[in-house]
């Protein structure tokens, strides 16, 4: 995954540091099924699917990034059609902050900065909206992004947003995967451990087998980075 804490880090592709915007990113305790927003389930599903296979299965970035941007411009439609609806929109910075991910370099800070304004829009509209998933994407995005000058990373906000986060969504899978890798970025192994550990028991979402083990793949290799460490 991908840190991008410093212009090094902007500078240089996918694997950096510990983690990646990735569903910020990468998002993210998501459930199938909306709670207060209108949406076609059925196309809310496809998406998550559709992102699902972008991010864990296709290998070859540039090809990862075709199928981003395709699904994008999927979710625009629907947004335009539903631009009172927070699901596309905390859908459409999942799929910029995965972009950003897989770009890196300076580049990746305007779509960054792009999945941040989808994401306080959708908070505007309902934050617990997807069990309040618009909050852990986007204190994903305060904590892996630069800081001032650079960009607009700022670690105490992300606290404040993942805690929200959890709270809205105590036992969903990416909700804990965010926060432990807060907690790891921090210095925190022993607490961001833990983390990881429940997040592992986390209960298999509905129709998204791809994102779940692609999600547990990534706490396996956190939890081996922390033994390292020790």
């Not at 709270?167 to 899978?173: Q, S, T, V």
């Amino acid at each position: 995954m991908m840190r991008l804490k410093s212009l090094d880090a902007w500078a240089l592709a996918l694997p950096l540091r510990r983690s990646i915007l990735r569903g910020a990113v990468c998002l993210l305790g998501l459930s199938v099924f909306p709670v207060y927003a209108q949406v076609d389930p059925d196309q809310l599903l496809k998406v998550q699917q559709q992102w699902a296979h972008a991010h864990y299965q296709i290998k070859d970035e540039d090809q990862q990034i075709a199928a981003l941007n395709q699904l994008h411009q999927r979710i625009k439609t629907y947004e335009e059609a539903q631009p009172e609806a927070p699901e596309w929109a905390i859908w459409s910075a999942i799929t910029l902050s995965t972009e950003a991910g897989i770009k890196g370099g300076l580049g990746a800070l305007s779509l960054v900065k792009d999945a941040r304004a989808a994401l306080e829009k959708a908070i505007q509209l309902d934050g617990h909206a997807l069990q309040g998933s618009a909050y852990t994407s986007l204190g994903a995005l305060y904590y892996q992004v630069p800081g001032w000058p650079i960009g607009f990373g700022d670690d105490d906000q992300a606290k404040t947003l993942l805690q929200k986060g959890l709270a809205l969504n105590p036992n969903g899978i990416d909700a804990l995967y965010f926060w432990g890798d807060y907690l790891y970025d921090q210095g925190e192994n022993e607490q961001a451990k833990q983390v990881f550990q429940h997040a592992l028991e986390a209960p298999e979402r509905p129709n998204r087998p791809i994102a779940d083990a692609g999600r547990r793949r990534e706490i396996q290799q956190k939890l081996a980075d922390i033994e390292d460490d020790s």
